[in-house]
């Protein structure tokens, strides 16, 4: 069982920065990966960006050249730096763990999603 605790979310102005932080704990052999997610209104889920346990990142089109996935391995933490922002990056964020349990079996948790305003 992984427990993922997010925060960072906010309003902010266009131009502006967030920086989300999610945690994880609990029964964890090893962490693959950590990445963000998004949904809008109306919209589908969709990558933001992800980061393997090698350190390797993956980044959403749409935030390309704005936002920076960073890790602390020791803490067993993700990180998203925002910068740049723009409305149409007003969504819910969702922290995603693939992980290897005590078993080392892989299994994929989420965190209950951390609210991203950009507004004026």
């Known amino acids: 069982q992984v427990q993922l605790v997010e925060s960072g979310g906010g309003l902010v102005q266009p131009g502006g920065s967030l920086r989300l932080s999610c945690a994880a704990s609990?029964?964890?052999?090893?962490?693959?990966?950590m990445g963000w997610y998004r949904q809008a209104p109306e919209k589908q889920r969709e990558l933001v960006a992800s980061?393997?346990?090698?350190?390797?990142?993956k980044y959403g089109d749409s935030v390309k050249g704005r936002f920076t996935i960073s890790r602390d391995n020791a803490k067993n933490t993700v990180y998203l730096q925002m910068n740049s922002l723009k409305p149409e990056d007003t969504a819910v964020y969702y922290c995603?763990?693939?992980?290897?349990?005590?078993?080392?079996?892989?299994?994929?948790?989420w965190g209950q999603g951390t609210q991203v305003t950009v507004s004026s």
């Open positions: 995603n763990v693939v992980a290897l349990g005590q078993f080392r079996d892989e299994y994929e948790s």
């Open positions: 609990g029964s964890i052999f090893k962490i693959n990966s």
């Open positions: 980061i393997s346990s090698g350190g390797s990142t």
